[in-house]
């Protein structure tokens, strides 16, 4: 193979790989984030194309995105708290700011140095959540950046870390079951959540070891931006849905054969918890829960 070939192929891999990673070009955080709270906690690093915040007894700190989104895949790439991060929550997830609100949820659960984090995902519609799925994850999430992915169209939402789907919430709106549709902004926090977080909250926050710090990069977004104030106006959100955005295309309807096989597999090995399965929160199993197999 000759050098020009050799070097085009690299080239492509390394395209390729990027868009893998979560978007080939590394975009500044004030291209489509605010911080939203604890302005002293957050910190602009790599010429803001990374963001740490921290959190200690004074505050934590979060951010947003200037826009509100009605369809998307959306990503970070971040790299959670090391040491011992009990009862420190990093969330990343997509919320509408509205009364019966719709959210996606990224919750990182820390964790006594040496015992795992575990993952919480959680999916409100119209106010209503109480849908937690937990997963351990299959590396350490302190050591370095990965990415985590939410995919949001009219078929499905998809939760991906890395590559990998790990959780699917179709839109089962005629069996009844209510899926978000409304205008929902990126959020990502840092917090103390040592009430409930880790051990169901008989862990604390060991505060000897603040300041706790998490890293953010990839800022860039692939959404279907809504002007302000369009949440409440079915036809603008519906504009979301048309093909022209990618995530919308028939392949993201729902999880390919070879996806599917993954997402069966992770969650077998990997899922420790699942509101589907709890009686003691849902005497009735959730209509939901019977379809949510990814196919
Ligand atoms: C983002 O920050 C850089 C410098 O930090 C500044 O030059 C640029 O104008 C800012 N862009 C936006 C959209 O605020
Ligand atoms: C859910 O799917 C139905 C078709 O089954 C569609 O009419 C509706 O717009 C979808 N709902 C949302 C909120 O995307
Ligand atoms: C808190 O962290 C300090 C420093 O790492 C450690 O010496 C101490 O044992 C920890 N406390 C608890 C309750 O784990
Ligand atoms: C609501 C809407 O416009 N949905 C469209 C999404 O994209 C597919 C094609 O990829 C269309 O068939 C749907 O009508």
Known sequence: MDFRRLSFLVVVV???????????????????????WGNDHV?????????????????????????????????????????DSAGVITAFYLRSKTDHHDELDFEFLGNKEGKPITLQTNVFANGQGDREQRFHLWFD??????????????????????NIPIRVFKNNTKIGVMYPAQAMQIEATLWDGDSWATDGGRTKTNWSCAPFTANFRGFNVDGCALPPQSSDDDDVVRSCYDSKYWWNQSKFWKLGRKYRQVYEQVRNKYMNYDYCDDRSRHPVVPPECASNGGG
């Open 14 to 36: 390394v395209i390729v790989l990027g868009v893998v990673d979560g978007g080939p070009v590394p975009v500044p955080f004030n291209v489509s984030y605010n911080v939203a």
């Open 141 to 162: 999430p302190t050591a370095d950046f990965h990415t985590y992915k939410i995919l949001w169209n009219e078929h499905q939402i998809v939760f991906y870390v890395d």
């Open 43 to 83: 910190l602009f690093l790599d010429q803001g194309r990374q963001v740490q915040l921290s959190m200690d007894l004074h505050s934590g700190a979060g951010f947003e995105s200037k826009l509100s989104y009605g369809s998307g895949f959306f990503h970070l790439r971040i790299k959670l708290p090391n040491r």
